[in-house]
Nanobody
Framework: QVQLVESGGGLVQPGGSLRLSCAAS????????MGWYRQAPGKQREMVAS???????NYADSVKGRFTISRGNAKNTVYLQMNSLKPEDTAVYYC????????WGQGTQVTVSS
């Protein structure tokens, strides 16, 4: 059974940086897309960044120029580098992987506060 394990969340001051990691465990034959979503209290889950198997990336307007999605050399890992963090970036961040099925991670809390 394939699972997604996220790490890297935490508390950071405004202007700081964090790097989220998502590793897929188990047997995956092919990945069509990987991405990061977030959900703030009282709000709907929204796409933050995504990457296709071909390397095409897409970002939410609110994070363009600040966040970068990348894929690890092992190809079953995905990262989200978050720079110049703002209080409005506070949310639970979820990793999402599309193979033959859709997989979600358990979420990792990111809090941006002074």
């Amino acid at each position: 059974q394939v699972q997604l394990v996220e790490s890297g969340g935490g508390l950071v001051q405004p202007g700081g940086s964090l790097r989220l990691s998502c590793a897929a465990s188990g047997r995956i034959f092919s990945i069509n897309a990987m991405g990061w979503y977030r959900q703030a209290p009282g709000k709907q889950r929204e796409m933050v960044a995504s990457m296709t198997s071909g390397g095409t990336t897409n970002y939410a307007d609110s994070v363009k120029g600040r966040f970068t999605i990348s894929r690890g050399n092992a190809k079953n890992t995905v990262y989200l580098q978050m720079n110049s963090l703002k209080p409005e970036d506070t949310a639970v961040y979820y990793c999402r992987v599309l193979t033959t099925i859709l997989l979600w991670g358990q979420g990792t809390q990111v809090t941006v506060s002074s």
